[in-house]
């Protein structure tokens, strides 16, 4: 559990090919932080290389866009030992994520404190918490409408327990 803190000043939002859960968590997490009054660089990234350079998948494009959310224009990027640095928080869609970034943290040359916290993306959610986001990639529509939902509600929770400090 992280120590609760006030809002970082950036966020990574990462899943493993960057083409359905977390560029999806990038627009809604900017969305919601900015009209919450918070100036927060929000990026995705995946661990994994597939999909380098590629758009969101059109499902998850389409499914963002029935819900105000237009993500057609982020292109799939992998994380990298800098992103440690460039980023205060860096949250994880699910737990196999968490661990391929703690190995990529923990592998980062520098000061191990003043490296980007890691944290599960469901982690400060009440109703989700703990839970990975599933990711919907094998899915029909209504695996990328339940991550829509999930990404939602862990995005609010994560800038509701930034508005208390």
Same mark, same amino acid.
């Given at each position: 559990?992280?120590?609760?803190?006030?809002? +970082? %000043? %950036?966020?990574?939002?990462?899943?493993?090919?960057?083409?359905?859960?977390? &560029?999806?968590?990038?627009?809604?997490?900017?969305?919601?932080?900015?009209?919450?009054?918070?100036?927060?660089?929000?990026?995705?990234?995946?661990?994994g290389d597939?999909?380098?350079?590629?758009?969101?998948?059109?499902?998850?494009?389409?499914?963002?866009?029935?819900?105000?959310?237009?993500?057609s224009?982020?292109?799939?990027r992998?994380?990298?030992?800098?992103?440690?640095?460039?980023?205060?928080?860096?949250?994880?869609?699910? =737990?196999?994520?968490?661990a391929?970034?703690?190995?990529?943290?923990?592998?980062?040359? =520098?000061?191990?404190?003043?490296?980007?916290?890691?944290?599960?993306?469901?982690?400060?959610? &009440?109703?989700y918490? =703990?839970?990975?986001? +599933?990711? +919907?990639?094998?899915?029909?529509?209504?695996?990328?409408?339940?991550?829509?939902?999930?990404?939602?509600? %862990?995005?609010?929770?994560?800038?509701?327990?930034?508005? %208390?400090?």
């Amino acid at each position: 559990m992280l120590i609760k803190a006030s809002a +970082p %000043s %950036s966020v990574l939002l990462v899943c493993l090919g960057n083409i359905c859960r977390s &560029p999806t968590a990038e627009e809604i997490f900017r969305q919601q932080a900015a009209v919450a009054g918070f100036e927060i660089k929000v990026d995705s990234a995946g661990t994994g290389d597939w999909h380098i350079g590629h758009a969101p998948d059109e499902r998850a494009q389409r499914h963002a866009k029935a819900h105000g959310y237009n993500i057609s224009k982020l292109k799939a990027r992998q994380v990298s030992a800098d992103d440690f640095h460039d980023f205060d928080l860096i949250l994880a869609m699910d =737990g196999q994520n968490l661990a391929d970034l703690q190995a990529i943290k923990d592998s980062v040359g =520098g000061e191990k404190e003043n490296l980007a916290k890691l944290a599960l993306f469901s982690e400060e959610d &009440p109703t989700y918490g =703990g839970d990975d986001v +599933p990711d +919907p990639y094998t899915g029909d529509g209504d695996a990328f409408e339940e991550v829509i939902e999930r990404i939602e509600s %862990s995005a609010q929770a994560w800038i509701e327990s930034w508005k %208390s400090n």
